[in-house]
């Protein structure tokens, strides 16, 4: 009987042996391991037209079809047609604040991933004392995303056909579906097609970009931005490593 007490008395102090330093190991690795990293967050926004005014029409704001006009970007949404306008705007020709003439159909839309993209069928440009300037096909893409710690963007806008003089020729502007090209800067007015800004944290691209002495407008403009890449939310807990374990029988 003493030997059966003495064999279990035995045993118990050698699974002790062995778990003690398991556990100790288990919560040291649970102490030091890596803090658990928050998913990035992402917000967008697509707009097809924005007239924002200036000058004597200092205060006026169109924008006609907006995409997450909060900015938020957590599904897939569709352009929201202001009421002002009535009806549905495919195919709709709209007059533009100010005598500066005319966009047609238009669209936009931002996708719970980041990305944005919006679209004009065509922009009839009539600023004075300019000669009409008739756009066709505007469309802008933006995406934001992390590599690793490190945000990434890409952006684009293509345009299929400028017409300075309304005259329905195309007229040779430097690489208009892609690169960055100043169309006008004369008589008080800027014409930008292709305009791409890059911040730390934000990529703004639009397909055509006007500022006159009356206000600036526009058009097909794709917003994304990203938060949070490599950010890590602590999780550590402290933890006693002088565990105390009775090992006697």
């Not at 007490?5 to 919560?27: E, T």
């Not at 309304?166 to 008589?187: K, M, S």
């Amino acid at each position: 009987m003493n030997d059966q007490k003495i064999q279990s008395g035995s045993l118990r102090r050698g699974v002790s042996i062995v778990l003690v330093p398991l556990v100790l190991a288990l919560i040291a690795l649970v102490g030091n391991s890596p803090a658990a990293q928050s998913a990035p967050t992402s917000t967008c926004r697509a707009s097809a037209v924005r007239f924002e005014g200036a000058g004597l029409l200092q205060g006026v704001l169109v924008e006609p079809i907006v995409a997450s006009p909060e900015d938020e970007c957590t599904a897939d949404v569709e352009g929201i047609l202001d009421d002002t306008f009535g009806g549905p705007l495919a195919g709709r020709t709209l007059e533009l604040p100010g005598g500066l003439g005319t966009v047609r159909a238009l669209y936009a839309e931002t996708q719970a991933d980041g990305t944005s993209e919006a679209g004009v069928l065509r922009t009839t440009l009539t600023i004075d004392p300019l000669p009409p300037i008739v756009v066709d096909a505007l469309m802008a893409q933006s995406e934001a995303a992390c590599d690793g710690d490190d945000p990434v963007f890409d952006g684009e806008s293509r345009i299929a056909r400028v017409d300075l003089n309304a005259d329905d020729e195309v007229d040779p502007v430097v690489d208009i579906r892609t690169e960055q090209t100043l169309i006008n800067n004369l008589a008080g007015v800027t014409v930008i097609a292709n305009q791409q800004t890059v911040t730390d944290d934000t990529i703004v691209q639009r397909a055509l970009f006007v500022e006159t002495p009356v206000g600036t407008l526009v058009v097909a403009e794709a917003i994304s931005d990203i938060h949070g890449c490599g950010d890590d939310t602590d999780t550590d807990t402290d933890v006693d490593d002088d565990v105390d374990v009775d090992t006697d029988t």
